[in-house]
Each structure stands twice: as C-alpha cells, then as structure tokens.
C-alpha cells in the first residue's frame, strides 16, 4: 500500500509506516523538529513541485530515495546547531534522484580553512563550486591530471590552491584535481579566500547531491567489496616514513607546520625535533581521519564496537559551538578530544555522537585496527549530538564502570569563549607521569597570539613535571586514591589585544561523561570528590562546584599563578590558604575583597577591625548562601583583621588582610 499525501502542509508527531511514502502533486511535505517518520518503502516525490521538508528525522528501512524533481524539493534543513533534518536509509539500493542538505560551515581557527566532507555520491568539482560559491572559484586555480606539466607542482603553487584532498599514505592535503570527484568520509580542506568575490560563511549553504547509502562503495554507490568497507589505520613508523629532521613533504611544506597529534603528549614537534623521538612516542602514528559521510549523525562508539580497546582517543578539528555562562552559543575553532579509560569510558569531550559533513579522527594503539565506516547503517543514529550542543538529559549507562570525575574548566571574557581543559580522576588512572590517557592542546605552536586555557604535566609531589614545564595539556588526568594535595598547574596565555581584560573560569562537573547539572546536582555524591581553584597571587582557595565561577584581570600570561587539586587543597607554601572553617574563604577580586561561606552555614556575623584595634564595620545575620563583599576597597588603612562567626554554632574565626 502507498501512503499518498494531499497537497497540505503536514505538522507530525510521529509516523510509522509499512507502505511507502508518496506524495501527489504539489504536495508540500513537513517533517517537524523533534520528529521521526519511519518508512519500510520507498519515499517517491512524484512531480516537480512537490516539495519534503525535513526539519525533524527520516529513516527508510527498506526502500530509498525516489525523487523525479529536483534536490530542492527534498531538503534536509539547518536552522542552527541542535535542529537539523537528518535522513537515514538502511537499504543498500542505489538512490534515484538527489537531496539537500544544508549545512553551516567556518573556518578553523580563524584561518580561512574549512574542514569537511561530502555525503554524496559523484559529487563533482562542478557541483561543489556551484553550491559553495556560485562558481566564484578561479578556475585556474584546479589542478589538471599530474604529470610532467602538473600546475600544482612546487609550494608556491601550493600555497595558492583553494581545495584539497587528505592523502592518508602521505601524510599530507593533495590539491583537488579538476577530474576528480568527492568521496565520501575522505577529509577535505577548502581556502575562502581563495576565490574572486568571496562568500558568506557565517550563513548556511545548500549542497545538493545523491545521499551516500551504507553497504555500497563510497566512490561511486555501486556493488561494494570487503575492501571497500574498512579503512585502516596507517602504521607510519613501520613503513620507514619520517617526519622529522625539518623533513618537507612533496610540495615543499614542512610537515611540523601543519601536522600535530594530541595524543603524544609528550612531544613537543617542531623544526630541529629529531625522527628518533617522533617515532619512538609514535607521533601522527596509526591516525586514521574520516568525515562522517551520511546525512544523519554517526554514533562513534558503535562505529568503534568491539575496538574501544584498542584505541587510544578520539578527536575532531573544529569548528564547533562552544555554551558560554549567559546561556547563548558561539562558533569557536578549536579541537575537541577524548580517550578511553580501561572501562572503555570516554575521557574529555563527549565527541561520540558527530553530525553530517564533519571531521573526525582516531589514534590506534596497534596496526589491527579497521574501521567499517562504510559497511552497515548501525552507526547512524538520530541521537542528538554534543559535539554542538550540549544540552537535555542524559541517560545512564548500565556499565560497571569505576567511578570517574571529570573537571571542565572554561576561559571565558564577558559573552567570548577562549578555550577549555579537562581534568579527570579516577582510581585506575595515574598521578605525576605522562601516560595514554592524556593529550594535549592541539595546534598551539607556541603561537602567543592565541589567548587560551591548558593545564600543565604535575609532579607527584606537586607541580610542574621536571622537563615539561612548557608542555600544554587539553586532557590531564590523576589517580582518585593518591592525588590528595597534589597540585594541577593551570596555565593562561594572554594575547597582546586580550592583556587587561577581566576573565571568568567557570566549570562543568561530570560523572561518568554525566554532567551534574543534568541532575540537579551542585557536586558529586562522594563527599571527598571535590575539586579546588587556588589562585596564589590573590591567596584564594575556592572549591569548584557546579555553580563556580572566578573573575579575575589579567595583564599577562601565567603558567605559575593558578592550581587545581582533588580531594583537599595542598600545602600551599609558607602561608595558610585563607580557609576560615572548612571551606570559608576570604578572596581578592580586583581591588574588592570577599567572604565566602561554607554552603552549610545558615547565618553568620563579620566584623572588621582595622590596625589599631578599632571596629570599623560589623554586620549581622549575613546570608551566607551569597559571598560577602568586606567594607574595606574604600578605605586607607592597609591591615585589618577579619572575624567571622557562624551565628548558630558560635564557632569564631580570624583572619589579618594585609592590603
């Protein structure tokens, strides 16, 4: 039986059907947000004006697409980063007739370079340069076949190419050639500038093509081989090629300006680093880069299955969208990653859900990892992805997994996103020494023009790990059981432009990936779980919750000034640590000096007395659920004594502020 819609404008809840889908003419289809229509048929758009807006979730799972219009008239929408159509059609048929998807895409970095791929099949230069920039690509700028007259020869040439290919076996973005097509999952680079008049970016762009159907081979759709199916991990060590030494690939590029693997932590990759050191850490070893090559997200975990293992971390180069503390989202390039702990839990970034068009890599532990990007639909899921938008209840999983808690700490200034690090502890993980569940701040080069946040190597006894003091880590991690007072040095660089500007670090807390606040939750179960900020230079000690949030001016960089630590804060030198009962604290903000109070204090009494002894403010049944701001950034006086009493228990505290 068909299904065959009037021309109406069809608002649904949820549709299943055992019959296929056809519409009539000048039916106009709507799928809306949050939906999924399921079908076991074909989905037909009979006439050219018919027209299936996907807003929501559309899965065949027997049939295909039928659509005897044009792409348009099947469009799979972007309205921002958490609505998107998606389509998902379990059927190893051949398409007839193509779809749009819209996507919004931005450069990495800042630097003019997009990062993506192509969910179609024989998806031709032509079609990427009509749909991305209306045929602004100067077309002298495609290389022809190479040969002895190859214009893509030498760096210069290379230099001025708008479109490249990622060449896995080499290590390097081949320019894209005039006679070749688009593959789906390969890994694409394209230049904006690199064009006449240019085109806005910051909007989202159509690109019409036939979707890629799982089971079929990627480069044409057709009858796919095992061969077809599996991509593997490329053993660079094994195979004798160097990177190193200041080596150069073949178009005259220095492989150390643009390759930089976030799982070998230790290494710090530049002009005179030595082969013997890439190769004996294993950088940009067993790496395999893809681009999700369907029109719905793909769940990396199920990609993975059966693999985890083996697999050392996950990661994407941005963009992506970052939520700040007032709620609203911005694009921000940079890159997200994770490793697996011996659970096999993610460490980091929730990067296991990635939607269409969007690049992803992973590094393998051995050469026996395949990964079957292509072979069936399970991976595809219509499971809402926070590698975009990290919001909505999460469920639990039914794993025994060990206790794991995650720190997110976040850089931000007024509504601008700088950057974020991640600090794990859990009981099988380790304190002191570099291992395979940490990785590092991608793409950094030293570079000082990047205002951003890392943590950096800890020594078991407390600070910097003698040798790496300049090492910049995204993901830091620290055994559970033996990491009390043991200090996690946080570093902040400061550009030159970003120098004077007040900055907030703020948190998310995670459980098992689970954010708290997804839970109603200020802070986990464990009562001894519990991270602290400690900034030395304003002598303040804050335990960071959910709600946590410091503000501080900073006219500088600082790899010396700011710590973490797990469990209870450390011996933190020669002075206290400015903690009045449990965790009361007395902290500088600017030229303001505040009290905040241990969340288990109901009311409480502050007096202050200046350097001769004299009562100069005092003030009773405080709320002691705000922090309290000490009367004293007006006055000349430069010692004061601080007396805080909880008014229920009586218990007293003293504490002298030198100003």
Known sequence: MKMKFIPLLFILGCIASNSQITTTGGAKFFVSPGTTVFSTGDLTIENSSDVFTNKGNVKISEGTIKNNGSPKNFVLTYDDEKNYGQLIIVNNKSSVGGVTIQKRLDDYYGSGEILFGIPFINYTYNNFS??????????????????????????????????????????????????????????????????????????????????????????????????????????????????????????????????????????????????????????????LRMVNPYTSNINILELLKGQISNIIGVASDGPITNQVTNGKTRYEGKTQAATFDNNGQLIGDDVSIIPPMTN??????????????????????????????DKGKVTKSNANFDDLYQLNLVLTSGKTYYGNTYLAAGASLITGEFNQWEAKNKSSKEDISITRIYTIPESINGGKYPGYEDTELYINVINSNNSSKVSIPVGVNISDMDRGKEFTFSSELKYNMIPLKNEGKTNF???????????????????????????????????????????????LGNEDINTLNGLTTIYKTGNEYKVQFDKSWQKAEVNVFNVLGQLISSEKNINTQNDYLLPIHTTSSSLYVIVVTNQITGEKVTKKIVK
């Open 525 to 571: 179960d464990d009562p001894d779980a519990k991270f602290y900020f400690h900034d030395k230079e304003n002598n303040v000690v804050k335990e960071i919750n959910t709600d946590f949030s410091y503000s501080v001016t900073l006219n500088e960089s600082t790899s010396d000034r700011f710590e973490i630590f797990f469990k209870e804060p450390g011996t």
């Open 360 to 389: 992803f890599f992973i590094k393998a532990k051995s050469d026996d990892v395949k990964v079957d990007l292509y072979k069936n639909s399970n991976p595809q899921t219509f499971t809402q992805s926070k590698y975009e938008f």
């Open 130 to 287: 009509d749909d991305l920039t209306n045929k602004q690509i100067r077309p002298e700028l495609i290389c022809g076949l190479f040969g002895t007259n190859n214009n893509c020869k030498g760096s210069k040439k290379w230099n001025d190419h708008p479109l490249f290919t990622w060449r896995e076996d080499r290590f390097r973005y081949d320019p894209f050639q005039e006679n070749e097509n688009f593959v789906p999952g390969k890994y694409y680079a394209f230049r904006k500038a690199k064009f006449d008049t240019g085109s806005n970016f910051t909007n989202v762009i159509s690109f019409e093509g036939t979707p890629y159907v799982a089971g079929t081979k990627p480069t044409d759709g057709g009858a796919a081989s095992s061969a077809d199916l599996s991509l593997p991990v490329n053993n660079r060590v094994a195979g004798g090629y160097k990177i190193g030494n200041n080596a150069k690939n073949g178009y005259g590029l220095y492989y150390w300006t643009y390759l930089d693997d976030p799982f070998a932590s230790t290494v710090k990759y530049n002009a005179y680093t030595l082969n013997e050191t890439l190769d004996s850490n294993r950088y940009w070893d067993r790496i």
